[in-house]
């Protein structure tokens, strides 16, 4: 069986190099702009950031020019590859990492120290039995100084899966490309990421109704807008005296 990692790797190998091809890899001035506001007065700005999860680096390098220190993590290294390439004379770092990987975040949070934390869309592309050890790992890189902001589809991606599979959406060749690798989106249930991110330790300072914007063009010539929730967390008092207690 392909593991998760060989699904992303054979994805972002094949996939057209330039920007925005994956259907996610959207304009920042729409995504990670409109994110900004949200998140950057509970981040404390001197502390890394990073952008785990970030492809090809296109909000990466947006974020890099309002936090001292951003580095780009994603699964793939042929992702890993296109953000070097395309912002080589940025200064930014970029590097693989596989959020389920518990010893590689020990490494990472030794290496970085506390962090603050952008992830987009990630969380539910995860199978149910790993989505607890990710968030798990996710709180040990905030520490207890770190921030995280973490916006994700609801539920309501399944409606457009299914129509993209009865072959009703012909403009969907985008999400078909990801989808024709095995890459799909399991259910993540109203009030689930504040409930994962809880039991890990992360006290929720703030949440909401979003949206995520593709770059697939609807019939209209409109973009695909996918709505979406956001939370914005930070260590609970608890769960920093467990670390320094060794619990």
């Known amino acids: 069986m392909i593991s998760e990692q060989e699904k992303w790797e054979r994805y972002w190998n094949e996939l057209p190099a330039g920007v925005g091809h994956s259907i996610w890899d959207s304009d920042p001035s729409v995504v990670a702009a409109e994110h900004l506001p949200l998140f950057q007065p509970h981040f ?39 953000a070097q390439v395309a912002y080589s004379s940025s200064g930014i770092s970029f590097r693989q990492f596989d959020l ?25 592309l995860f199978d149910d039995k790993v989505k607890k050890g990710a968030v798990e790992n996710l709180a040990q890189l905030v520490g207890e100084t770190g921030g995280i902001f973490a916006i994700e589809i609801t539920d309501s991606i399944q409606d457009l899966y299914t129509l993209v599979r009865s072959g009703q959406a012909d403009w969907a060749d985008k999400l078909n490309r990801a989808l024709s690798y095995g890459i799909t989106a399991g259910q993540l249930a109203d009030g689930e990421m504040e409930q994962l991110a809880t039991s890990a330790g992360i006290r929720i300072i703030a949440s909401g109704r979003s949206r995520v914007y593709s770059t697939a063009t609807l019939p209209d010539g409109q973009p695909l807008i996918v709505p979406a929730v956001y939370m914005i967390g930070k260590a609970s008092v608890a769960w920093g005296e467990a670390q320094r207690s060794g619990a």
């Not at 389920?100 to 120290?113: I, K, M, V």
Request: with cysteine; aromatic share 6%.
């Open 44 to 82: 404390t700005a001197d502390l890394p950031l990073l952008d785990i999860g970030c492809g090809n680096g296109t909000q990466t390098a947006f974020l890099a020019k309002h936090y001292p220190r951003v580095i780009g993590l994603d699964v793939s290294d042929s992702a890993v590859r296109a």
């Open 100 to 124: 389920l990987d518990r010893e590689a975040t020990e490494e990472a949070h030794t290496e970085f120290g506390d962090c603050n934390i952008y992830l987009r869309t990630v969380l539910h």
